[in-house]
């Protein structure tokens, strides 16, 4: 079955550095990424849409300019925490939707923690 | 806009028993797809089953299958001949007729124990 990848899966960073988290498709092509986060005990939360080569699109209340995503590829979409702070430190799930197929497929995780 | 909601916080069941989750969502669509995930203590999402809206037929994945009532709003996941490996969370998740960037909405999540 289609594989979406993440890297890293956890994460430590300091507070106020940066963090980039990547997301691949790696046996297809994906024009539409989603990014997720879930804290625990609770259900995913949509943060963002991202479309190859186009910016992405924000849910309401999420900070384009903290949460920075770029969809350079058909298999490739990055979230850059900016200036990370205590409260960014979430779980982040990435998904991909098939090109061809419209199936979406979801990406492992991404432990957080911002000290 | 579309809303999902799981009513059940927790269940248990004993091994080899059936359990049935509840799930009811919203929608003024007369054409989606509903589906269930199961998340694991890895946290990896994994879909367990889809409805098409537009199929009367309730799906069926081998120890899983679905009870879809469109009138009611209603699509409740049943696992029968539980196993302790179904242990995870459960999440309903409602699509609008699908387009490239149609997100999926979910429900709040049932956490799901099964006991040997």
């Known amino acids: 079955g289609a594989v979406v990848s993440q890297h890293p899966s956890r994460v430590i960073c300091k507070s106020g550095t940066s963090v980039k988290i990547e997301c691949r498709s790696l046996?297809?092509?994906?024009?539409?990424m989603f990014w997720y986060r879930q804290f625990p005990k609770q259900s995913l939360m949509l943060m963002a849409t991202?479309?190859?080569?186009?910016?992405?699109?924000?849910e309401q209340g999420v900070e384009k300019d903290k949460f920075l995503i770029n969809h350079a590829s058909l298999t490739l979409s990055t979230l850059t925490v900016t200036s990370a702070h205590p409260e960014d430190s979430s779980f982040y799930i990435c998904?991909?939707?098939?090109?061809?197929?419209?199936?979406?497929?979801f990406g492992p995780g991404t432990r957080l923690t911002v000290t | 806009a579309q809303t999902v909601t799981q009513s059940q916080p927790e269940m248990s069941v004993q091994e080899a028993e059936t359990v049935t989750l509840s799930c009811t969502y919203d929608?003024?669509?007369?054409?989606?797809?509903l589906f269930w995930y199961k998340q694991p203590p890895s946290r990896q999402m994994i879909l367990v089953i889809r409805?098409?809206?537009?199929?009367?037929q309730n799906a069926t994945e081998n120890r899983f299958s679905v009870n879809f009532q469109k009138a009611a709003k209603s699509f409740s996941l049943k696992i029968s001949d539980s196993q302790l490996g179904d242990t995870a969370m459960y999440f309903c998740?409602?699509?609008?007729?699908?387009?490239?960037?149609?997100?999926?909405?979910f429900g709040k999540g049932t956490r799901l124990s099964v006991i040997a």
């Open positions: 998904s991909a939707r098939d090109a061809g197929t419209y199936e979406q497929y």
């Open positions: 409805q098409e809206a537009y199929k009367q």
């Open positions: 929608t003024s669509e007369n054409n989606y797809y």
């Open positions: 991202s479309n190859e080569g186009s910016k992405a699109t924000y």
């Open positions: 046996d297809f092509q994906a024009t539409t």
């Open positions: 998740a409602f699509m609008k007729p699908l387009s490239r960037n149609t997100p999926l909405v």
